[in-house]
């Protein structure tokens, strides 16, 4: 009998092993790549502002612990108010993001089902591999923070309080990590089973991006958190029960000893938030298990798609008027359905989108407390920016990401050097999916500024949108979803400080020049010749590359097994 | 040893199976045939306990499978028709944890994982991820998969797609040793040539009913026809394979 237990742990904690590396190394973290390297540095990336920002905020409660002692009770609220949103944001979007390695699939059930192992045996090991890969997120997220923010509230304040804030931190983190991680989980589990696996499967990328979207807001408004939690001692109005990340604020203030009642109404909210999560939890695991157990490989394609005659017809007028040559057509039409038929290529582009509807979102909300009544804001012209930015970039790291590598071969064998068409069609997808659809926002912008300056406006974030496309494909010697992408490729870990820049400039030198130009309409004339020298500029390096028969890349070359220092001539 | 039952299984009112009653015998390799969307993968999944019937038995050992289906995948080796692998395992980590998933003792599944890995040329591969191997590589290590354990029952669904001729000639003869030391083998394929080499008796099966079970020679006999393949022409097709094949030159000529 002991022998028996011993053999059933053994498969069990096999299986837990098993599901925990499988919920960690998703196609679409690491596609065909090493994928222990891969998960490091996504760690290594969410761990990162955990460690950095505590040591920031050495000086800044030093300051006040000279300059304002009486404003330090407030600054440290804030501050864990921060912590919080930014735990919270990461888990949401490592879940979203994770999605579908988070649960079982058809790979396991074919893989597993063969095997003497109970189906309830499975899915236990399913529910305690995703609270191990919930136990990363938080460590990776919160480690930092959990650690050194009692000892910089030591240096600033010399009442950093030691082990019970400690405590405090992670168990309000904990819970808030936990409330998001589930809560994804459920909405996983819940959407097949109101409906159905083929329409759950086409809606998604877009709940995907929905909870990505709302993951970031918890970031994006925590300017608008932590005015409100200023607020707290007048009541707070109730602003604070509608952002998860003050909940679970209040829960640690709450923790610490807070005696003021809306600190306790917080808690409360999060306990009982926590609570109905867990419970509609228990209820899909449920579902799923019924599901997996009756259905199992069963699963509907999900990308069968239906004739449309509006789209064939917008088809048939983009290949008449727009798309004149075969291989222009063949790779514009490739690439299109790469996009929307890719799960993971959908999900990056409209990850991007969420991100500007986020941004988007703290700018409309922005509005009404920074605007003088009937003057222009300058929020509202930066959203078409926002969408433009988020958009192209978005378009350009999808592009990198396979869509079936070894099918690449196609292309391999019929365009070897045939450059400038090819070319031609993918930047005509770019422009299509990345830098025309601010345009639908002209009315808003119009609103602010007039028809006349607005369709000025617009005609600038085309031609930016053009200009960003063409800078960040410039050296892109590939065709959308034909090259094999290493993990690492894109060195966020180094990089983000740029893309921040960039962004903050993309968004704000425009709408300046934009605000200019309306009370000096002949700005118009000089802002737009401008980026039109500069996107023609562009183009004719991009062509004079292309006719010097750069051949197109299909495979990245992965780095030497063994790396020298080149020290030698 | 394993037999089914009117097995019958329907998708979204869609019949791909209906009322299969089969039985594979120990100690022969049966062969599964039938043209493609003729319902082979769907009862082999069935068998494999990757699908549930709806309605029908399959009974092990004279006994329906309802209560001892952990028993009886104990004593199952399975070779799925799709290679679906975790790519960013290894050959030897994706056989370990098979093994171990089956409860094997550590020592006798490190040994075995090597030897059957030297046996199937993939030993000097077997620190790649599963992701650099070929289709043939990978359908080694399905086929290392199913046998680990020493299975009494071995269902295998194309097992032979993408290998190349020396392992497909060692699979062959593999399947006739298994067969002589008592295992009972499932073989569906669509490889007319192979099921008449290594099966002694086929089941075709056209539109998800069984059209024809019985010896290969006694199907020749009975139908006084020269080959399997004239058996299978006869029983299933359709189309003049000739006619079709003028067609399409005409249509690329076109």
């Given amino acids: ?569 | 040893m394993l037999q089914t039952v009117r097995l019958t299984k329907r998708y979204n009112g869609l019949t791909a199976v209906q009322d299969v009653s089969i039985t594979i015998p120990a100690g022969r390799v049966t062969g599964y045939l039938g043209p493609n969307g003729s319902g082979k993968s769907t009862t082999v999944k069935m068998l494999a306990g990757l699908l549930q019937p709806t309605s029908g038995d399959i009974l092990f050992q004279g006994v329906p499978l309802k209560d001892r289906w952990l028993e009886y995948k104990a004593r199952l080796g399975y070779v799925p028709e799709e290679p679906l692998l975790y790519p960013y395992l290894t050959a030897p980590e994706y056989l370990r944890l098979v093994g171990r998933l089956r409860g094997m003792a550590e020592t006798r599944l490190a040994e075995k994982i090597e030897s059957l890995l030297r046996l199937l040329i993939l030993h000097p591969h077997r620190h790649l991820p599963i992701a650099a191997y070929s289709k043939g590589m990978r359908q080694k290590v399905l086929i290392i998969a199913a046998l680990l354990h020493d299975p009494d029952v071995l269902i295998v669904d194309e097992p032979l797609s993408g290998l190349d001729v020396t392992a497909m000639l060692v699979f062959r003869h593999l399947l006739t040793s298994l067969a002589e030391a008592g295992k009972a083998i499932l073989y569906s394929s669509h490889v007319l040539e192979v099921v008449e080499k290594i099966c002694s008796r086929v089941i075709i099966l056209d539109r998800g009913r069984i059209v024809a079970d019985d010896e290969v020679s006694a199907l020749r006999a009975m139908m006084r026809l020269p080959s399997l393949e004239h058996v299978f022409t006869q029983l299933v097709s359709r189309e003049d394979a000739a006619t079709v094949a003028r067609e399409i030159v005409a249509v690329m000529r076109a």
């Fill in chain 1, 1 to 569: 009998m002991p022998g028996r237990f011993a053999h059933r742990g053994r498969v069990f904690m096999e299986l837990v092993r098993h599901c925990t590396a499988r919920s960690l190394v998703s196609d679409t973290l690491v596609p065909q790549a090493d994928a222990t390297r891969a998960v490091g540095q996504v760690l290594a990336l969410v761990a990162g502002p955990g460690l950095v920002i505590p040591f920031l905020l050495i000086m800044k409660y030093l300051y006040l612990a000279t300059t304002a002692p009486a404003w330090i009770p407030a600054a440290v609220q804030i501050d864990r108010c921060l912590f919080i949103s930014y735990a919270l944001a990461v888990t949401g979007i490592a879940a979203a993001w994770q999605w579908d390695a988070l649960g079982l699939d058809r790979r396991d059930h074919a893989t597993l089902s063969p095997l003497p192992i109970p189906v309830r045996t499975v899915h236990l090991a399913s529910c305690l591999s995703q609270c191990l890969c919930l136990a990363l997120f938080f460590l990776a997220a919160n480690c930092g923070p959990i650690l050194l923010f009692p000892v910089v509230l030591e240096i600033g304040e010399g009442a950093g309080g030691g082990l019970a804030q400690v405590a405090a931190q992670s168990a309000s983190t904990l819970t808030g990590c936990a409330f998001v991680f589930f809560l994804v989980l459920t909405v996983r589990g819940i959407l097949p089973a109101l409906l159905g696996s083929r329409t759950s499967h086409r809606l998604t990328p877009w709940v995907q991006a929905g909870l990505i979207m709302s993951a970031a807001l918890l970031v994006f408004l925590y300017p608008q958190a932590a005015r409100a939690l200023a607020n707290i001692e007048r009541g707070g109005g109730p602003f604070p029960y509608w952002v998860p990340s003050l909940w679970f604020t209040g829960l640690q203030e709450w923790l610490l000893g807070a005696d003021e009642p809306l600190p306790a109404a917080l808690a409360g909210t999060a306990i009982h938030a926590l609570a109905a999560v867990l419970t509609g939890y228990g209820l899909t695991l449920l579902l799923v298990f019924r599901r997996y157990a009756r259905f199992g490989t069963e699963g509907t394609d999900p990308t069968s798609g239906s004739a449309s005659r509006w789209r064939d017809r917008l088809r048939t007028w983009l290949d008449r008027r727009w798309l004149t040559q075969p291989l222009e057509r063949a790779t514009f039409h490739f690439c299109l359905a790469g996009l929307f038929r890719g799960r993971r290529q959908k999900m990056i582009v409209t990850g991007a989108a969420a991100i500007a509807f986020a941004l988007a979102a703290v700018r409309i909300a922005a509005v009404s407390s920074t605007t003088p009544p009937g003057g222009v804001d300058q929020s509202v012209l930066a959203i078409p920016l926002i969408f433009s930015f988020c958009l192209v970039l978005g378009v350009r790291y999808a592009a990198a990401v396979p869509a079936e590598w070894p099918a690449n071969w196609l292309f391999q064998i019929n365009a070897p050097l045939a450059g400038r068409p090819l070319w031609r069609g993918c930047r005509k997808f770019v422009f299509i999916i990345g830098v025309l659809p601010p345009i639908v926002l002209l009315p808003l912008s119009a609103s602010q500024i007039g028809w006349g300056p607005a369709g000025c406006f617009h005609g600038m974030v085309l031609l930016l949108g053009a200009i960003l496309r063409e800078t960040l494909f410039l050296r892109f010697d590939k065709i959308p979803f034909t090259c094999r992408h290493l993990p690492g490729a894109v060195n966020l870990k180094a990089t983000w400080p740029l893309f921040w820049i960039g962004f903050s400039a993309y968004v704000h030198f425009p709408v300046t020049a934009g605000r200019w130009a309306s009370a000096h309409p002949a700005g118009w004339i000089v802002i737009l010749t401008g980026l039109l020298s500069a996107l023609i500029v562009l183009r004719g390096i991009r062509n004079k590359r292309l006719s010097g028969a750069v051949p197109f890349v299909f495979d990245a070359a992965p780095e030497p097994a063994v790396q020298g220092l080149n020290l030698l001539p």
